[in-house]
């Protein structure tokens, strides 16, 4: 297993930026796609970008696109999630995740335990 630690988060105003750090353990982690997912209070755990091993494949949840931007830095064994004009409905508690590739797509399959989270509040 890979321990995973996120942070970047906050409150800020609809419209504002954030930028969400993870931050992996373990030599592996170059060899895995990541992906952020997030959980708004009362709801299920949604996925919301992925990136593939090599950083040149990445998806994205509809309601996150052209607005959201996912990133890595194996160097620093870390992910990141760069979220700009954030809206209220984002508000959520985000985490990231290792998740599968099948046939050189990415998957919303998780593999690790879930880290602590970081929070993001976005006020109107």
């Known amino acids: 297993q890979v321990q995973l630690v996120e942070s970047g988060g906050g409150l800020i105003q609809a419209g504002g930026s954030l930028r969400l750090s993870c931050a992996a353990s373990?030599?592996?982690?170059?060899?895995?796609?990541m992906g952020w997912f997030r959980q708004a209070p009362g709801k299920e755990r949604e996925f919301v970008a992925g990136?593939?091993?090599?950083?040149?494949?990445?998806k994205y949840a509809d309601s996150v696109k052209g607005r959201f931007t996912i990133s890595r830095d194996d160097a620093k064994n870390a992910v990141y999630l760069q979220m700009n004009n954030l809206k209220p409905e984002d508000t959520a508690v985000y985490y990231c995740?290792?998740?599968?590739?099948?046939?050189?797509?990415?998957?919303?399959?998780?593999?690790?335990?879930w880290g602590q989270g970081t929070q993001v509040i976005v006020s109107s």
């Open positions: 373990g030599r592996i982690f170059r060899n895995y796609a």
């Open positions: 995740n290792r998740v599968v590739t099948r046939n050189t797509v990415l998957t919303t399959t998780t593999i690790d335990s």
């Open positions: 990136i593939n091993y090599s950083g040149e494949r990445t």
